[in-house]
């Protein structure tokens, strides 16, 4: 309130005192100055959204560290011949933002399995584990079946709200999973990976959860993304790739039987023309499947044999039909496969997924109001890549620095601590006559490790619309759902049933 009265009654008299000071510098007239002035008259005209979040959207950058979208903003606008280093991404452009801690109840640095659940449920829970309690380690079953926590999604399905999530990777994978699963093992995807103990106990696999989950409603409304191959027996063979077979060892085919559970209205697609074939309208619940294991990376999609769409794509089409609901919508987005690409220490692919996050970012800013919709861009967790040396203003983000190393070689401005990119380096190798920007380029890494590593820094939450001003300063990742609960007044709606 008080921030609110200086912005609107002392504006005046602040901006005038303001322009007679910056006047007086000799730097007054100088461009950045300048802009920075014209920044600094936006932030005091921001007031607090006070409003009531009909729908949340919550936007997951897997691995998305902040050297990430650092190096992404860059590469970006590079992209487009703009200048890199003063560009914006969309989401860069928010009014909020704050760091998140990510340690986990049983880890320092965290798998994408407890995070999400930290995001959508409000608590640090432990590694390896999805929508349970902390009492649950990893593997214990029995522990699982007494101990389930509860997510916003199924929250927003109790009190008559549509629900969804969008993945890039399988929707089986930790992030999409935290939505709608319990269990004690994120490897648990389809019933053929479910340990002895855990089939003798019951426990169910992550993909038969998500057909089945009902949680406090009618099940989701929209999930789009990969894992084909975890929702169809091993004796069926795969859509797309043919030769290749399904996962699962009980003889089902859950997407027909998804199908036959919500009846008229219900879609199941697995290519980009079933998609774009859909009338919006008649659809009330859409199941797509675009891969047998995580969709592709978004710098080799154009390659992939059925065609899928883009995250963008999905985001749209998936707030088109969420939207329909007077009552409003929960979506998660996941652009799983930067952490896919960090992984391969392959900065370039990872760049290109963040891109393609910040579009589907710019698709949701299209399609909804910032007055009554709060909207989250995210990490889970952080990686190991750096941007480092004293390149020039300009020199491409995936290129090597000015100067050389002490070995005499050049070096690239981003490098990983750890990596596949180490293996053949006992000697640093002479990247003199390499391509540093190429798609395939692996970055160099200090220690060897065939797939890079998480890594323990903050992440960043960027946050626009209402209650976003929430997050500021350092908080602790499971206050990304306690916010999302103040927002939408989860707890004060009316039950739907
Ligand atoms: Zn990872």
């Given at each position: 309130?008080?921030?609110?009265?200086?912005?609107?009654?002392?504006?005046?008299?602040?901006?005038?005192?303001?322009?007679?000071?910056?006047?007086?510098?000799p730097?007054?007239?100088?461009?950045?100055?300048?802009?920075?002035q014209?920044?600094?008259?936006q932030?005091?005209?921001?007031?607090?959204?006070t409003?009531?979040?009909k729908?949340?959207?919550?936007?997951?950058?897997?691995?998305?560290?902040?050297?990430t979208?650092?190096?992404?903003?860059?590469?970006?606008?590079?992209?487009?011949?703009?200048?890199?280093?003063?560009?914006?991404?969309?989401?860069?452009?928010?009014?909020?933002?704050?760091?998140?801690?990510?340690?986990?109840?049983?880890a320092?640095?965290?798998?994408?399995?407890?995070?999400?659940?930290?995001?959508?449920?409000?608590?640090?829970?432990?590694?390896?584990?999805?929508?349970?309690?902390?009492?649950?380690?990893?593997?214990d079953c029995?522990?699982?079946?007494?101990?389930?926590?509860?997510?916003?999604?199924?929250?927003?399905?109790?009190?008559?709200?549509?629900?969804?999530w969008?993945?890039?990777?399988?929707?089986?994978?930790?992030?999409?999973?935290?939505?709608?699963?319990?269990?004690?093992?994120?490897?648990?995807?389809?019933?053929?990976?479910?340990?002895?103990?855990?089939?003798?106990a019951?426990?169910?696999?992550i993909?038969?959860?998500?057909?089945?989950?009902?949680?406090?409603?009618?099940?989701?409304?929209?999930?789009?993304?990969?894992?084909?191959?975890?929702?169809?027996?091993?004796?069926m063979?795969?859509?797309?790739?043919?030769?290749?077979?399904?996962?699962?060892?009980?003889?089902?085919?859950?997407?027909k039987e998804?199908?036959?559970?919500?009846?008229?209205?219900a879609?199941?697609?697995?290519?980009?023309?079933?998609?774009?074939?859909l009338?919006?309208?008649?659809?009330?619940?859409?199941?797509?499947?675009?891969?047998?294991?995580?969709?592709?990376?978004?710098?080799?999609?154009?390659?992939d044999?059925?065609?899928?769409?883009?995250?963008?794509?999905?985001?749209?089409?998936?707030?088109?039909?969420l939207?329909?609901?007077?009552?409003?919508?929960?979506?998660?987005?996941?652009?799983?496969?930067?952490?896919?690409?960090?992984?391969?220490?392959?900065a370039?692919?990872?760049?290109?997924?963040t891109?393609?996050?910040?579009?589907?970012?710019?698709?949701?800013?299209?399609k909804?109001?910032l007055?009554?919709?709060?909207?989250?861009?995210?990490?889970?967790?952080?990686h190991?890549?750096?941007i480092?040396?004293?390149?020039?203003?300009?020199?491409?983000?995936?290129?090597?620095?000015?100067?050389?190393?002490?070995?005499?070689?050049?070096?690239?401005?981003?490098?990983?601590?750890?990596?596949?990119?180490?293996?053949?380096?006992?000697?640093?190798?002479?990247?003199?006559?390499?391509?540093t920007?190429?798609?395939d380029?692996?970055?160099?890494?200090?220690v060897?490790?065939?797939?890079?590593?998480?890594?323990?820094?903050?992440?960043a939450?960027?946050?626009?619309?209402?209650?976003?001003?929430?997050?500021?300063?350092?908080?602790?990742?499971?206050?990304?759902?306690?916010?999302?609960?103040?927002?939408?007044k989860?707890?004060?709606?009316?039950a739907?049933?």
């Amino acid at each position: 309130m008080k921030r609110l009265l200086m912005a609107s009654a002392l504006a005046g008299a602040m901006f005038a005192n303001t322009a007679i000071a910056a006047e007086d510098l000799p730097q007054a007239n100088d461009a950045y100055f300048l802009s920075a002035q014209q920044t600094l008259q936006q932030k005091l005209m921001e007031q607090d959204n006070t409003n009531q979040a009909k729908n949340i959207i919550l936007f997951v950058g897997d691995g998305m560290s902040i050297p990430t979208v650092t190096a992404a903003r860059i590469f970006e606008g590079q992209k487009r011949g703009v200048d890199g280093e003063s560009n914006s991404l969309i989401f860069g452009q928010f009014p909020n933002v704050a760091l998140s801690k990510t340690y986990t109840n049983d880890a320092q640095i965290a798998d994408s399995a407890p995070t999400a659940s930290a995001m959508v449920a409000g608590v640090k829970i432990n590694n390896g584990t999805i929508g349970v309690s902390k009492e649950v380690s990893r593997g214990d079953c029995e522990a699982q079946k007494a101990n389930p926590i509860k997510s916003i999604a199924a929250q927003a399905e109790e009190r008559g709200m549509s629900t969804g999530w969008v993945s890039t990777a399988r929707l089986t994978h930790a992030t999409p999973a935290a939505n709608y699963v319990h269990t004690a093992d994120r490897n648990w995807e389809s019933d053929s990976d479910l340990s002895d103990a855990a089939k003798a106990a019951g426990c169910p696999d992550i993909a038969a959860q998500m057909i089945a989950w009902n949680e406090g409603g009618d099940g989701f409304e929209v999930a789009m993304g990969g894992g084909r191959r975890m929702f169809i027996d091993k004796t069926m063979e795969d859509p797309e790739d043919s030769g290749k077979m399904g996962q699962r060892s009980d003889g089902r085919d859950l997407t027909k039987e998804w199908l036959k559970a919500n009846g008229e209205g219900a879609a199941y697609v697995w290519n980009q023309e079933q998609l774009d074939k859909l009338d919006l309208t008649k659809t009330k619940k859409v199941l797509g499947l675009f891969d047998r294991s995580h969709m592709e990376y978004e710098a080799d999609r154009a390659k992939d044999a059925a065609g899928e769409p883009s995250i963008a794509e999905m985001t749209g089409k998936a707030i088109d039909i969420l939207s329909k609901n007077e009552n409003g919508f929960f979506l998660m987005v996941e652009a799983g496969r930067i952490d896919h690409a960090h992984h391969a220490g392959n900065a370039a692919r990872a760049l290109e997924d963040t891109v393609a996050l910040n579009d589907a970012v710019k698709e949701a800013m299209s399609k909804v109001n910032l007055n009554d919709t709060l909207i989250i861009v995210t990490a889970d967790h952080s990686h190991t890549m750096s941007i480092s040396g004293y390149a020039e203003r300009g020199n491409p983000i995936l290129g090597t620095s000015q100067g050389k190393a002490d070995d005499d070689k050049p070096y690239t401005t981003l490098g990983y601590m750890n990596g596949p990119g180490a293996l053949k380096d006992e000697v640093r190798s002479d990247l003199s006559n390499v391509d540093t920007t190429d798609i395939d380029f692996l970055q160099q890494a200090l220690v060897p490790m065939s797939s890079e590593t998480h890594a323990g820094d903050d992440v960043a939450i960027f946050a626009a619309g209402p209650w976003s001003h929430l997050f500021h300063g350092v908080v602790e990742q499971n206050f990304i759902y306690h916010v999302m609960a103040h927002a939408s007044k989860i707890q004060d709606r009316m039950a739907a049933k």
